[in-house]
Antibody, heavy 126, light 107 residues
Framework: QVQLQESGPGLVKPSQTLSLSCTVS??????????WSWIRQHPGKGLEWIGY???????YSNPFLKSRVSISIDTSENQFSLRLTSVTAADTAVYYC??????????????????WGQGTAVTVSS | DIQMTQSPSSLSASVGDRVTITCQAS??????LNWYQQKPGKAPKLLIY???HLQTGVPSRFSGSGSGTHFSLTISSLQPEDLATYFC?????????FGGGTKVEIK
């Protein structure tokens, strides 16, 4: 079955760039029908959806992160990535990658995120 | 953005009780409403999609209902392993948004 695994540094200095990858196993990322999402959760808080990407590279990022976030996909490596620039302590969180929602075009998605990575904790501190 | 408001924020119930959590959307989201269960220290798990469809492998004591702006998640007979926080999430409009969560404790 499909499994996702996040990877990246657990500690990032303020003003630097956070880079995380999500490796997909048990299935191909290069297929239509699913978006691939990033979500984060501040300590003891709720879930924030960061954005998603489609296998063809189409992407949407949540405006609350303004222009700091970019999401990319590498179908040859079966992984997708998150890049967040100019980080501050407010970016300290557990970051999850997930498969879903379903859909075929940005803005036309349905159902939920049905497979999640285990999450990776990121701390922003000097 | 569509705001998702869950209630209650926490509840305590006994094993065997029927538990209902509600989720209200700030705009009509059709039936594009999903429910997740998050156990302590774990990633969220999809329980219900499309307001009322049970995800494969999820026990039948979980059910979802509602449409438009009002939705609910019901656990028909609470079990000890249902100790968790439950989140609703809408997929109708971008950006996708989550409710604030409902923490379920066992008495």
């Amino acid at each position: 079955q499909v499994q996702l695994q996040e990877s990246g540094p657990g500690l990032v200095k303020p003003s630097q760039t956070l880079s995380l990858s999500c490796t997909v196993s048990g299935g191909s990322i290069n297929t239509s029908g699913y978006f691939w999402s990033w979500i984060r959760q501040h300590p003891g808080k709720g879930l924030e959806w960061i954005g998603y990407i489609y296998y063809n590279g189409s992407t949407y990022s949540n405006p609350f992160l303004k222009s700091r976030v970019s999401i990319s996909i590498d179908t040859s490596e079966n992984q997708f990535s998150l890049r967040l620039t100019s980080v501050t302590a407010a970016d300290t969180a557990v970051y999850y990658c997930a498969r879903g929602p379903k859909g075929v075009m940005i803005g036309y998605q349905y159902y939920g995120m049905d497979v999640w990575g285990q999450g990776t904790a990121v701390t922003v501190s000097s | 953005d569509i705001q998702m408001t869950q209630s209650p924020s926490s509840l305590s119930a006994s094993v065997g009780d029927r538990v209902t959590i509600t989720c209200q959307a700030s705009h009509d989201i059709n039936n594009y409403l999903n429910w997740y269960q998050q156990k302590p220290g774990k990633a969220p798990k999809l329980l219900i999609y499309g307001a009322s469809h049970l995800q494969t492998g999820v026990p039948s004591r979980f059910s979802g209902s509602g449409s438009g702006t009002h939705f609910s998640l019901t656990i028909s007979s609470l079990q000890p392993e249902d100790l968790a926080t439950y989140f609703c999430q809408q997929s109708d409009n971008l950006p996708l948004t989550f409710g604030g969560g409902t923490k379920v404790e066992i008495k």
